[in-house]
C-alpha cells in the first residue's frame, strides 16, 4: 500500500520576512521566467483580477494554494491574507485523462495525486499549450515508489495525457495569479492533487477501492487545510 508521512507545522508563510534577498532562507532565490505571451495576459488580465480580488479583500501578488479534484474536475485557487488561505475562485477543469488513483508510471495516461510544489523554473510561458506550468510530479515520495513519467501540467489547450487542462482564457488568469506570487517572494506554492473531495461520504463510498489507504493517507492533509486554513508542509 502507498503511505504517505505527513510533517504538519504551522510555518512562516513562503517568502515572508526570513530572508534577506540572496541566501537568507538557505537558497538561492529563482527567476520567475517570462514571454511576450505571458507579459501581454499579464497586462490585460491583471486589471481585471485585481479588482475581482479587492471586492474578496485579496491581492494580486498574495501567497498561493491551489486544489485539485479529478471527479469533479474542478481547480481550487486560494490565496493567502493574514496568514489564513481565501477561496478567490473555483475553475472547471476541461479535460483530465485516466482514472480516480494515483500515476505509476510513464505512458498510464493518469493524473497524478498527492501533494506537490511549483517553483519559479517550472512555470513555462512559452508553453505549446497556451501557457502552463509543471505541478512537481514526481515528487520525492512518487520517486521512493518508483513512480516514472513527468512534464504533468496544468495548462490550457483542453486536451489532457495525464495533465489538468483548461480553457486558453481560464489558464491565463491562474497562470497570472501564479506569476505574481512567485514574482513577489513566495518561493513555491502548493498544488494539491485528490481524487475527489474528500469528504467522510466519499470516502465511505470508496472504501473497498484498491487505493483506499492511500486516500485515507491524502485526507490527512485535506482536513489539515479544512481545520486551519493554512496547507501543511508534507514530507
Known sequence: FFTLFLVIMFMIPP?????????????????????RRSLEVAASVGPVLMRELAAKDLSL?????????????????????????HLFRTYPIAAVSGWLG????????QAPEGFYRVTPSQMNPNSSYHLS??????????????????????HGRKTSRGCFAMTDEIME???????????????YFQVHSFP?????????????SKWFFFWKNLK????????????????
Open 15 to 35: 517568502g515572508r520576512a526570513t530572508c534577506d534577498g540572496t541566501d537568507g532562507c538557505g537558497y538561492a532565490p529563482e527567476e520567475v521566467p517570462a514571454s
Open 61 to 85: 501578488g498574495a501567497p498561493l494554494f491551489i486544489r485539485v479534484f479529478k471527479e469533479e474536475r474542478e481547480l481550487e485557487v486560494w490565496l493567502e491574507n493574514d496568514r489564513v488561505f
Open 102 to 109: 494515483p500515476k505509476r508510471w510513464e505512458g498510464d495516461l
Open 133 to 154: 506550468f509543471d505541478i512537481g510530479y514526481p515528487n520525492d515520495y512518487d520517486k521512493l515508489k518508483y513512480c516514472t513519467g513527468g512534464a504533468l501540467m496544468v
Open 173 to 187: 488568469e491562474i497562470y497570472v495569479l501564479a506569476d505574481a506570487a512567485l514574482r513577489n517572494g513566495q518561493p
Open 196 to 208: 475527489f473531495r474528500m469528504t467522510d461520504q466519499n470516502m465511505e463510498r470508496d472504501r473497498d
Open 220 to 235: 490527512t492533509g485535506y482536513d489539515f487545510f479544512e481545520t486551519v486554513g493554512h496547507p501543511p508542509e508534507v514530507s
